[in-house]
Each structure stands twice: as structure tokens, then as C-alpha cells.
């Protein structure tokens, strides 16, 4: 063969090998940006990836008052309809106050057989409950409501939650992102410093994890009212927390 086929066959031969293996010259390793297909989100050749929580509080604006009246008989017939009769006495008396039916929500009934005399053939009693979740915008008629509705024929005052409207909870979990993101770039920071490294900006950003988390009262934690007496009950409120985790991967290079 001619000694110029030859070595321009050789050269041919060794810049194929330096496209494909990565010898120098070549236009880079497989993954990097200079390789990204188009319309692709191109790699990072050094990369930082951080997640952080971060939490934002706020007064609530919203309460739900758990409540229930209960029955009971030796007849399950007669334990439904005091159940019945109660629920209309309780559900006027709330309505009356300025609740409206969308406010009243039920969210137990059950009438069973009682586990005291269920082994007992000579002996027959059913409890009944009808659980109610009230929902109110003022939270600080809280225990005015109370009064009202145990005055209506509520038995039973189960929990008192504080919580945030649909509205002012997004107004509040975007400053608990807003947080979480200072401390996703507080972290990046401090392992670039120590690795070495600068960040160079966010590449990629989403949400990992988020909740809510009311306030909520227990029965003993309520002063008296009710009963007849003048003063309403007295409720302790407290802020309503919101917590979001993100998960952030930062492009880096070499500081």
C-alpha cells in the first residue's frame, strides 16, 4: 500500500479514538454540557446537593371544635332516636348562634352494643355517639361556641384545634419555603467551603416534604364555663406552624 494511504488512514483512525475515549483534543467526557443533546438540561460536571426544612408560624384564623352527645339504653331503637332528638337540639342551638349546616360536620356515629353486657345473655345495653366537627372562623368565640353547644345538648367536648385558613396557610408556607431555601444556601456554602468548591447557583429545586401543624387544647386545659354560669369558657390559643422541606442541587466548580 502506498506510505500515504497509510498514515492518513492512521491520523483518521487516531482522532476517532480521541473523539470516543477522551483523549486530548477530544470535546469533552460523555454527560458533561458540551455533550447535552439538545433540548436536554445539560449536566454538572461538579455538583452540591442540599436538603433543608424550614418552618414559618402564624395566629390562627381558623378553629375546629370537636364535640359529641351521647346515649344510652337498653333498646338500640331508643338509643337512636336520643341521638336523633339531640342532634336537632344541639344543631339549632349552634345555628342559632350564627353557625351555618356547612359549619356542623358530622364525623362519628356509632350505636354498639355495650362490651359490659355483651357476654351477659340476661342483660342488654347499647351506647350511642354522635361526633361533630365544628368549624369556625373567630377564633375568639371559641368558648362561646363551646357554651352553646354543650348547653344545646353536647355531652362531650373532645378537642379544640387552631388552625389556618386555606388562604393564610399559603401566605405562610411560602415564608417557610423562603426560610428553607436560606438554609439550603446557608449548607451549600458551608460544604463548598469546606470541599474546596464555590457555588455557582441553584440547578435544580423541589419540594421534599411539607405539614401543617395546629394548635390543639385539651378538654382539661379549658377554664369552667358553661352550665348556666355568665362567663364564657376561657380557651388558650397558640400559633399554627408550618414546616417545608427542599431539596436543592447547586452547580459548583472549583474555588
Known amino acids: 500500500m502506498d506510505r500515504r494511504l497509510m498514515t492518513a488512514a492512521g ?12 483523549l486530548p483534543g477530544s470535546t469533552g467526557d460523555a454527560g458533561t454540557a458540551a455533550n447535552a443533546a439538545p433540548g436536554e438540561e445539560p449536566a454538572l460536571d461538579r455538583s452540591i446537593e442540599v436538603t433543608a426544612d424550614g418552618v414559618a408560624t402564624a395566629e390562627p ?21 336520643e341521638l336523633s332528638a339531640a342532634d336537632e337540639s344541639l344543631r339549632a342551638a349552634l345555628t342559632d348562634w350564627g353557625l351555618t349546616e356547612d359549619d356542623i360536620r358530622t364525623e362519628r356515629y356509632d350505636v354498639r352494643e355495650s362490651y359490659e353486657t355483651r357476654d351477659n ?3 342488654t345495653t347499647y351506647q350511642g355517639v354522635h361526633s361533630y366537627a365544628l368549624t369556625i372562623d373567630d377564633v375568639d368565640a371559641v368558648g362561646e361556641v363551646i357554651d352553646v353547644a354543650i348547653d344545646g345538648g353536647a355531652d362531650e367536648v373532645e378537642r379544640i384545634e387552631f388552625g389556618l385558613s386555606e388562604e393564610r396557610e399559603r401566605e405562610v408556607r411560602a415564608q ?7 438554609n439550603a444556601d446557608g449548607d451549600a456554602a458551608v460544604l463548598a467551603n469546606s470541599s474546596g468548591l464555590e457555588v455557582t447557583g441553584a440547578y435544580r429545586v423541589s419540594t421534599a416534604d411539607a405539614g401543617v401543624t395546629p394548635y390543639r387544647v385539651a ?4 377554664a369552667g364555663g358553661g352550665d348556666g354560669g355568665d362567663a364564657a369558657t376561657g380557651v388558650e390559643t397558640g400559633d399554627v406552624s408550618v414546616r417545608v422541606s427542599v431539596n436543592v442541587v447547586y452547580g459548583a466548580e472549583q474555588a
Do not use: F, H, K, Q
Open 11 to 22: 491520523l483518521v483512525l487516531l482522532v476517532a479514538l480521541a473523539g470516543c475515549a477522551g
Open 219 to 222: 378538654e382539661s386545659a379549658m
Open 121 to 123: 345473655p340476661d342483660r
Open 176 to 182: 417557610a419555603i423562603e426560610n428553607a431555601m436560606a
Open 61 to 81: 384564623d381558623r378553629a375546629t371544635i370537636r364535640v359529641a352527645v351521647t346515649a344510652t339504653g337498653d333498646d338500640s331503637a331508643a338509643v337512636r332516636d
